[in-house]
């Protein structure tokens, strides 16, 4: 199951690293190429629930971005 549907009262609790983020990205391609299958075969009704979860992911996934800013490059003189 997706670490996108912890519940409630888990959310921040749980520890963001780079294997949760690495799962997240795998899932993410999975997700993609199973609504790519459904959609190819005609059924789109049925990619409906895998798109919810990739949206819910991709969110996710960016709140933890917007939460971690990289550190600022160097300028090159």
Wanted: proline share 3%; charged share 25%; net charge neutral.
């Amino acid at each position: 199951m997706s670490v996108a549907f912890v519940l409630d009262w888990l959310r921040g609790k749980a520890q963001v690293n780079q294997e949760t983020i690495q799962r997240l990205l795998e899932e993410k391609d999975q997700l993609i190429r199973c609504i790519v299958e459904y959609q190819n075969k005609g059924q789109a009704n049925e990619c409906v629930q895998y798109q919810r979860v990739l949206h819910r992911n991709l969110i996710y996934l960016a709140t933890i971005a917007d939460a971690n800013p990289t550190s600022p490059s160097k300028v090159m003189e």
